[in-house]
T-cell receptor
Framework: DQQVKQNSPSLSVQEGRISILNCDYT??????FLWYKKYPAEGPTFLIS?????DKNEDGRFTVFLNKSAKHLSLHIVPSQPGDSAVYFC??????????FGTGTSLTVIP | NAGVTQTPKFRILKIGQSMTLQCAQD?????MYWYRQDPGMGLKLIYYSVGAGITDKGEVPNGYNVSRSTTEDFPLRLELAAPSQTSVYFC??????????FGAGSRLTVL
């Protein structure tokens, strides 16, 4: 049973435009959410996170928005750059011990 | 600072063989994890450990065993390998600050 879902397997965006990656979750006990970026043949690397007490967290070109009532979060990348092309995973945690991951969205930024 | 180191990077096994995937971290993290990534399926938690001598099952533990005799090492044992265990395996660690640090992955093929 997939507790964290990323319904878009892929996304293509022109360089300079905004990329919006979406994530939905089912477990209302999740209180911490993360985004990871993964290049081929490498492990996932941490990108940005948000606690359930916030609805927005920003770090440079990356912003994560959390809508608890809709059990939805999104990652905005502005402006998108070719180096952002990677697979992005959404993850969630309730206890800090176990992290549940989505299936990933492959982002392609077209120069 | 090496972070999380996984060996081997690649391995081919025959059905019924056994092997151990090694994972070591040099960050003195208490929490360690094993995930597997199958195409289109995201990362699934196999086993995790909250400290030396303590391990617990994740979402997909069947066919695997782990041990945690030291803080640094968290080996994953596959007994009687099956084609369903063909996957990319990622080890990760966490200091308890809600951010996982991943290794580069181990690609296992069972024929």
């Amino acid at each position: 049973d997939q507790q964290v879902k990323q319904n878009s397997p892929s996304l293509s965006v022109q360089e300079g435009r905004i990329s919006i990656l979406n994530c939905d979750y089912t477990n209302s006990m999740f209180d911490y959410f993360l985004w990871y970026k993964k290049y081929p043949a490498e492990g996932p690397t941490f990108l940005i996170s948000i606690s359930s007490i916030k609805d927005k967290n920003e770090d440079g070109r990356f912003t994560v928005f959390l809508n608890k009532s809709a059990k939805h979060l999104s990652l905005h990348i502005v402006p998108s750059q070719p180096g952002d092309s990677a697979v992005y995973f959404c993850a969630a945690s309730a206890t800090g011990n176990q992290f549940y991951f989505g299936t990933g969205t492959s982002l392609t930024v077209i120069p | 600072n090496a972070g999380v180191t996984q060996t081997p990077k690649f391995r081919i096994l025959k059905i019924g063989q056994s092997m151990t995937l090694q994972c070591a971290q040099d960050m003195n993290h208490n929490y360690m994890y094993w995930y597997r990534q199958d195409p289109g399926m995201g990362l699934k938690l196999i086993y995790y450990s909250v400290g030396a001598g303590i391990t617990d099952k994740g979402e997909v533990p069947n066919g695997y065993n782990v041990s945690r005799s030291t803080t640094e090492d968290f080996p994953l044992r596959l007994e009687l390998a099956a084609p369903s265990q063909t996957s990319v395996y990622f080890c990760a660690s966490n200091a308890g600050a809600n951010v996982l640090t991943f290794g580069a992955g181990s690609r296992l093929t069972v024929l």
